[in-house]
């Protein structure tokens, strides 16, 4: 049942993060564009930590579901809305977050084998 759980959050987040990138933000007086590459970066550490903790899947195959949702992301921002396109860079910093987690994740663990 937990495990459960774990997999309708995932799910949600995954869903309210797609949104999110769909989506454009008015009104709020802040520019976030500036902060693009740097949202992407963090959007996807955290979203592959919620597909690590409820999933468990090996290293290369979450890292092959977080590229693809990167790309789709991409495709879907370029052809779906009118005031976002697709960028390589916005993917590569999908990448990095992936990879980030990914080294903070092993050397957590490595840490935690050593001090037990």
């Not at 902060?35 to 963090?42: R, S």
């Not at 550490?45 to 991409?74: D, N």
Request: charged share 15%; proline share 1%.
């Amino acid at each position: 049942m937990k495990r459960h759980l774990y997999h309708a959050v995932c799910l949600l987040v995954f869903i309210a993060a797609t949104f999110g990138f769909l989506t454009e933000v008015k009104s709020s007086g802040v520019n976030l564009s500036q902060y693009d590459k740097a949202l992407h970066f963090l959007v996807f550490f955290c979203l592959t930590a919620m597909l690590q903790w409820s999933y468990k899947p090996r290293l290369w195959q979450a890292a092959l579901i977080m590229a693809g949702y990167g790309v789709a992301i991409e495709f879907l921002q370029n052809y779906l809305t009118s005031y976002r396109r697709a960028e390589l860079l916005d993917w590569v910093s999908d990448l990095v977050g992936v990879a980030v987690f990914y080294l903070c994740y092993f050397a957590v663990k490595k840490w935690r084998q050593r001090t037990a």
